[in-house]
């Protein structure tokens, strides 16, 4: 079974501070994904990572970074948190599609991780 | 279906009754369609996929319709159980990449009463 694993379940941090998200797949993919989840607004696409040190904004990379450093581990950062950065965290990966679209486009979820900011 | 704003669509069922979720989708050129779940507290879990070749799709229990003419899709839960209480999301390929970003539906509250 694919297992993604996220560092923290839940977490409280305060404005101004750098926060660290971090994210671990266990089988080999080369996708990634940072996700946030809000009510109503479903999932938004922060960033995403086809390789080693390769990244993409996503929909909403405003106030986001991150970094790949291994295939395994991909981290969000919050340079300066906010409150309005509050929110569900969801990082997932997925293998890169060979031949068109399919399983190889599935992607797998961690459990997430609720960020609080005060 | 889709819904903008705050309130999800919500679907509440007997147990043992069939659900049907829908799900309506923007992208013409999208060709692979996915069905996830998500319980409370937890990350989405993948149900079901298809293809845009496909017009039907069966799992255990559930059954995916593909309308690609309407560019709608359904989720079909037979003899729903109170574990199937969820939202469900559905999502999309994005067409014109190879790095599987997908396009997620604002999801359906499905409550199961026993």
């Known amino acids: 079974d694919v297992k993604v694993t996220q560092s923290s379940r839940y977490l409280v941090k305060r404005t101004g501070e750098k926060v660290f998200l971090e994210c671990v797949q266990d089988?080999?993919?080369?996708?990634m994904f940072w996700y946030r989840q809000d009510p109503g607004l479903g999932l938004r696409l922060i960033y995403f990572s086809y390789d080693v040190k390769m990244k993409e904004k996503g929909d909403i990379p405003e106030g986001y970074s991150v970094s790949r450093e291994k295939k395994e581990r991909f981290s969000l950062i919050l340079e300066s948190a906010s409150t309005n950065q509050t929110s569900m965290y969801l990082c997932?990966?997925?293998?890169?599609?060979?031949?068109?679209?399919?399983?190889?486009?599935?992607?797998?979820f961690g459990p997430g991780t609720r960020l609080t900011v005060l | 279906g889709e819904s903008v704003g705050l309130h999800l669509p919500t679907l509440s069922v007997q147990e043992g009754d069939n659900s049907i979720i829908n799900c309506a989708y923007s992208n013409s050129a999208s060709d692979y369609f996915i069905w996830y779940k998500q319980e409370s507290g937890k990350g989405p879990q993948f149900i079901i996929d298809?293809?845009?070749?496909?017009d039907k799709r069966q799992g255990q229990r559930v059954t995916v319709l593909l309308n690609k003419t309407v560019k709608h899709l359904s989720l079909q839960i037979a003899a729903t159980q109170p574990g199937d209480s969820a939202v469900y999301f559905c999502a999309d390929l994005r067409g014109g990449t190879s790095y599987g970003k997908l396009t997620f539906g604002q999801g359906t509250i499905l409550t199961v009463h026993p």
């Open positions: 997932a990966s997925s293998t890169r599609q060979i031949g068109g679209p399919g399983v190889a486009d599935t992607q797998y």
């Open positions: 089988m080999d993919h080369e996708n």
């Open positions: 298809i293809r845009s070749n496909m």
